[in-house]
């Protein structure tokens, strides 16, 4: 059973540009959730989808940034003209219920770069 | 969530327990422990979560007070690998709050 895939692992992007993180969940679970980490510092909540769904968008920027979880593929992170603020590692985790003893397993990250 | 308190670091000689306190004094009757690692560039790793009994599986046992004010991480057996930072996390069971707050966590070294 796979776990969580995360691609790119490494992602460099030009100031302006824009960078797309994808995310596989686990087999069989419907609930994603999308952390970064900054260097140095701690993971940070960003968002938490269901199918098609925003949940809860309560730690994402409210510009530049969105997220999606189609019905078919990937999860993506979308973060359009990119600041060198943005470089950070950006983590993704699912799991299999949205219930509180329903553990997120998460991925290797995405570490985005950005000069 | 309730907040959690962590000693910042810890040392363990190898081949000895490891146990990780956390205090949790505000949590309430319904939100589970959890416990993650974070191995250097790494994504969290789940360890293992509880309610109100002790929980052990293949990586660790976890130790829950009574009162379920405080809990303990026990690693039975350190090896080298199990260096990382150690995360505590509390999680209510409420549709729509499930996602984990991690705090600063325990940085975990073991020693050869």
């Known amino acids: 059973n796979a776990g969580v895939m995360q691609n790119p692992r490494h992602l460099v992007r030009r100031r302006g540009q824009e960078a797309r993180l994808r995310c596989s969940p686990m087999k069989g679970h419907s609930h994603v959730y999308w ?7 701690g993971l940070k909540f960003m968002v938490y989808l269901q199918k098609e ?3 809860d968008e309560s730690g ?8 999606e979880f189609p019905k078919e593929g990937p999860s993506i992170l979308r973060i359009q003209q990119v600041v060198r603020g943005d470089s950070a590692a950006y983590f993704c985790a699912s799991s299999i219920q949205g219930a509180g003893n329903s553990p997120l397993h998460f991925g290797n990250g995405t570490r985005l770069t950005v000069t | 969530d309730a907040k959690t308190t ?7 000689a190898e081949g000895r327990a490891a146990n990780l306190p956390c205090n949790h004094s505000t949590i309430s009757g319904n939100e589970y422990v959890y416990w993650y690692r974070q191995i250097h560039s790494q994504g969290p ?8 009994n002790n929980e052990t599986n293949e990586m660790a ?3 829950i007070t009574e009162d379920r004010k405080s809990s ?3 690693l039975p057996h350190a090896t080298l690998r199990d260096t990382a930072v150690y995360y505590c996390i509390v999680r209510l069971p409420i549709q729509g709050a499930q996602k984990l707050v991690f ?4 940085r975990l070294t073991i020693n050869p």
């Open chain 2, 6 to 12: 962590q000693p910042p670091s810890m040392d363990c």
């Open chain 2, 103 to 106: 705090g600063q966590g325990t």
């Open chain 1, 53 to 55: 769904n925003i949940i």
């Open chain 1, 60 to 67: 994402m920027p409210k510009e530049r940034f969105s997220a």
């Open chain 2, 61 to 63: 046992s976890l130790i």
């Open chain 2, 72 to 74: 303990t991480l026990i």
């Open chain 1, 35 to 41: 952390y970064r980490q900054l260097p140095e510092e």
């Open chain 2, 45 to 52: 790793q789940y360890i293992i979560h509880g309610l109100k």
